[in-house]
T-cell receptor
Framework: GDQVEQSPSALSLHEGTGSALRCNFTTTMRAVQWFQQNSRGSLINLFYLASGTKENGRLKSTFNSKESYSTLHIRDAQLEDSGTYFCAAEAVGSNAKLTFGKGTKLSVKS | DPKIIQKPKYLVAVTGSEKILICEQYLGHNAMYWYRQSAKKPLEFMFSYSYQKLMDNQTASSRFQPQSSKKNHLDLQITALKPDDSATYFC????????????FGPGTRLTVL
């Protein structure tokens, strides 16, 4: 089965609002990355976490290895936040292989 | 300036032909990777290299052959192309292999007719 379960698959926000994306893991992960895939298809690094919480502007991410999940919080959403967000995690013993979730397609509307 | 260069950006090939996808990274990283994103599957890991040596191969087919001529290069040769090979191929790199942040190139979008 899938090692990385990402939800929701799609999300619509009005400008200025916020929400959370979540990834659940079915195996022990040593680290997680979050990416935004923009309209050109490029993968933009948002966060890399081996544990704990990081914050960058309007984005905040948490990784809890023991409870096997990671979250990405977006606050005060802007139009340019639209895109597809992926979590990707490295399983213990996987030798750097990142396993990606299926993505969350975010649409921010004015 | 782009730190990871992939060439070409778009590629159209006919079934049965052979193509080489180019990747160069200017981040000074020692580990490089290939991933694939298709319409049918999420982004999936293909290969990892460390100091120009193949470390992990998750592809089921020998038609996919990575080639590392220099430390910062990792090309991908695909032979006997099939329509199912149509996908965007991403090259990535990290300072070390494992427990380190990976950075992705812009991708090569391959269409096999």
């Amino acid at each position: 089965g899938d090692q990385v379960e990402q939800s929701p698959s799609a999300l619509s926000l009005h400008e200025g609002t916020g929400s959370a994306l979540r990834c659940n893991f079915t195996t022990t992960m040593r680290a997680v990355q979050w990416f935004q895939q923009n309209s050109r298809g490029s993968l933009i690094n948002l966060f890399y976490l081996a544990s704990g919480t990081k914050e960058n502007g309007r984005l905040k991410s948490t990784f809890n290895s023991k409870e096997s999940y990671s979250t990405l919080h977006i606050r005060d959403a802007q139009l340019e936040d639209s895109g597809t967000y992926f979590c990707a995690a490295e399983a213990v013993g996987s030798n750097a292989k990142l396993t990606f979730g299926k993505g969350t397609k975010l649409s921010v509307k004015s | 300036d782009p730190k990871i260069i992939q060439k070409p950006k778009y590629l159209v090939a006919v079934t049965g032909s052979e193509k080489i996808l180019i990747c160069e990274q200017y981040l000074g990283h020692n580990a490089m990777y290939w991933y694939r994103q298709s319409a049918k599957k999420p982004l999936e890991f293909m290969f990892s290299y460390s100091y120009q040596k193949l470390m992990d191969n998750q592809t089921a087919s020998s038609r996919f052959q990575p080639q590392s001529s220099k430390k910062n290069h990792l090309d991908l040769q695909i032979t006997a192309l099939k329509p199912d090979d149509s996908a965007t191929y991403f090259c990535a790199s990290s300072h070390r292999r494992g427990a380190d942040e990976q950075y992705f190139g812009p991708g090569t979008r391959l269409t096999v007719l």
